[in-house]
């Protein structure tokens, strides 16, 4: 590569090999006490506040909200609430999250093509789609007041929703990468998201569930059992009952749309304080004459990257373990484990774990590595297991707290190794600018399919183990779907997961061999108006 002073890097070598670190040296290497000194003072312009990390993780909270009182409650609302058969909610649920994985790589398209404004360039997509998602969200918790079209409405809405959360959480997710190029800043900034997220995942789950908690209380099973326990020679006594029965589903529809208002004014509260308190920063590797990698040749590029692909792999299999275990565990509760006055406290302190213990793991995968916190994810492979074959209520509270620890990890880990991924490709394609919205689209899109494809498989089981929506007391056959889709599915998933992170190349000593290359990098671009005119070579 002319004018850099080094041979272009070969596709075998990793971060740590000659090849790429001559390929970032200046024509004449500074002394290391020399460039210690620069480094130090590029690391002080680089770092953030607290004032900045805090709004941009309260920026993401909204959505966590919105999406765990829907991964939470939205199954058992379409069953018990919409009465809407578990083969048609699995469509509903499946399609809204197909959906909305391809709108990611659209939207990644869209975002790589935006031109940088006065406020950035990420930042008026998270602005522009934050009302109509509101909008979105609530009519998908509304009772239509007709039956024929009622799952084509929750369809529409559902698939709505899911598009417009992905126009909000690709940009933001490839924030982080413009935040700072500093790695512990960005690891760092990765932590308070990861801890407000979950904070905003139990506010959702807590203000979803103690709003809705009597929609689903024993009560309405109380009512139902008289209305079936009636004599029917009372014609007065049965329509009183089926008075009261059908008064107390009017209730719960209300309750839903009282949530959901609530949880849509969360949405103006968090895109303000992001909007206010977050300072969006141009590509700082990029050189004036780089031009932007386009987003079918960096998606192909992507999808070759060894690292992210082993990266992708693993927490597909991880996030749908976690997925089922969400929208499952309501419905486990109330019709497997006797415990339907109790799962809103379940899940709370499912939650109060995962949120206290995000700083552990902060602390662990600094001092131990990022692949030694995924041991973590395997705690709660036991305790399940526990449960669905002793439903007993304390177990159940040990249960949760020990699963929100392992939540806890398979959050912050995927989102606190992705910029490390990225720092990888860049060091071996200096001159391919923008392949952040890229990487954060794809992945988002595998999230979302890997999920919707779990729901819907586990609305379907539910459906062909014949749940009957609205009956207090299910099947033994729908017992026991529902005991594997808590417990051995999530366990295997999980173990198929871990297994394949044991692969994933990217060492504590080859992040940190990366990173001192792209100091060089950065160093060079500011002194070097342009270090080759030949981009393309530099594209593996």
Known sequence: MAGAGGDTPQPGDGPGKAAPKATLLPEEP????????????????????????????IGGAPNQVATSATAFFLQIYLLDIAHITPFHASL????????????????????????????????????????????????????PPFVAGRVVWYLTFYCLF??????????????????????????????????????????????HGQIVASAHASDHCTVNLTINAADSSSSLSNASNLAGSLGLQSHGRELYMIAAGVIGGVYLFGILILFIGVKERDDPYALNSDKAIPFFKGL?????????????????????????????????????????????????????????????????????????????????????????TIPNLVLAYVVAFVSGLSIAA??????????DVVDHFRLLNPHAKGPETIFY???????KMSAGIGLGISTASLEFAGYKTGMCRQSSTVILTLKILIGAV??????????????????????KETEFALELLRRSHRSTDNLSENEDDTWL
């Open 300 to 388: 192909r590029l992507t999808m070759k990257h060894g690292p992210y692909l082993k990266l992708t792999a693993s927490f597909l299999l991880i996030s749908t373990a976690i997925q089922l275990e969400q929208s499952n565990f309501v419905l486990f509760c109330t019709h497997a484990a006797s415990l339907h006055n109790h799962f809103q406290y379940l899940v709370v302190t499912i939650l109060v774990s995962a949120a206290v213990s995000i700083p552990f793991w902060q602390w662990f995968l600094q001092q131990f590595g990022k692949k030694s916190a995924a041991c973590g994810i395997s705690w709660m492979i036991p305790f399940a297991v526990m449960l669905v």
């Open 162 to 207: 899911q598009a417009l959360t992905t126009l909000f959480q690709v940009p933001y997710s490839a924030l982080t990468m413009f935040l700072s190029p500093d790695q512990k800043e960005r690891d760092s900034a990765t932590a308070y998201r990861m801890t407000v997220e979950v904070l905003g995942t139990l506010m959702g789950a807590a203000l």
């Open 30 to 57: 500074p002394q290391e006490q020399a460039l210690g000194r620069s480094a130090e003072e590029l690391r002080q312009e680089d770092r953030l506040s607290v004032c900045s990390k805090l709004c941009y993780a």
């Open 490 to 511: 999530p366990a295997i998933l999980i173990v198929i997961g871990l297994s394949i992170l044991l692969f994933y190349p990217i060492t504590e000593k080859s992040r």
């Open 441 to 447: 689209a794809s992945y988002v899109f595998f999230t």
């Open 92 to 143: 509903v649920l499946f399609i809204g999250k197909a959906w909305g994985a391809v709108t990611d790589p659209v939207a990644g398209f869209f975002i790589s093509k935006s031109k940088w404004t006065k406020i950035g360039r990420l930042m008026p997509w998270m602005l522009g789609c934050t009302p109509f998602m509101i909008v979105s969200y609530f009519f998908m918790w509304y009772f």
């Open 410 to 419: 398979s959050l912050l880990l995927p989102w606190s190794m992705l910029p």
